[in-house]
């Protein structure tokens, strides 16, 4: 399996493997002899898993998803999807899919909560729609703008939380690291929840 693999994944360790097969990844037969035996379909699910993970920033959990949904195929081809290039927007095109006046772009921009560019991504396009609505209920960028710095500010926080991790330099203790950051940011939006939840009853009784 790693032979084969090698040529295109060089950092690929009998350690890795272990980690996929422990993450539900791949499920390789065993000899009598308790030795593991990969089936074509095997080495096409971990090639597939290692594409993902290193060229398109995956998640376990969904790579997990997405082989699972092609399980026994004898190869396990890239989704559609991530093979086509992320949908950019020019200015005016992103202010007519969010509905935006030009103004509040530019507030936004000014305001460091939208990155400055000639074209924008999906994020930006997510971020302008709901900077519309607040709009309305005269919540404006400039009100928002500690939200990001907020945000960053528990980034750092994760990040010295996965420093013991990201110290090692083998795989397997990067790859944890590289799952376990969304989980240690769900579960602080789930307290920054929590705490909003109980603003908003103080507010509103």
Known sequence: MIARLLPDFPDLSASKLRYFEDQGLVTPLRTEAGYRKFSPADVARVRTALTLQRDHDFKLARIRE????????????????????????????????????????????????????????????TLLRALVALDSHGIQPR?????????????????SALAPLLRRTDATSRAKAHDLAPELLRRLDEVRAAFTMAALDRLAP
Not at 93 to 117: K, M, N, R, W
């Open 143 to 159: 009100h928002v703008r500690g939200m990001r710095q907020a945000a960053e500010r528990e980034v750092a926080l994760v990040g």
């Open 66 to 125: 997405y082989l699972d949904a092609h399980d026994g195929e004898p190869e396990v081809a890239l989704p559609a999807s991530i093979l086509e290039a992320p949908r950019r927007y020019r200015r005016d095109e992103l202010l007519a899919a969010a509905g935006a006046p030009s103004t509040l772009l530019d507030d936004a921009v000014s305001g460091g909560v939208i990155a400055a560019g000639e074209t924008f991504d999906e994020r930006a396009l």
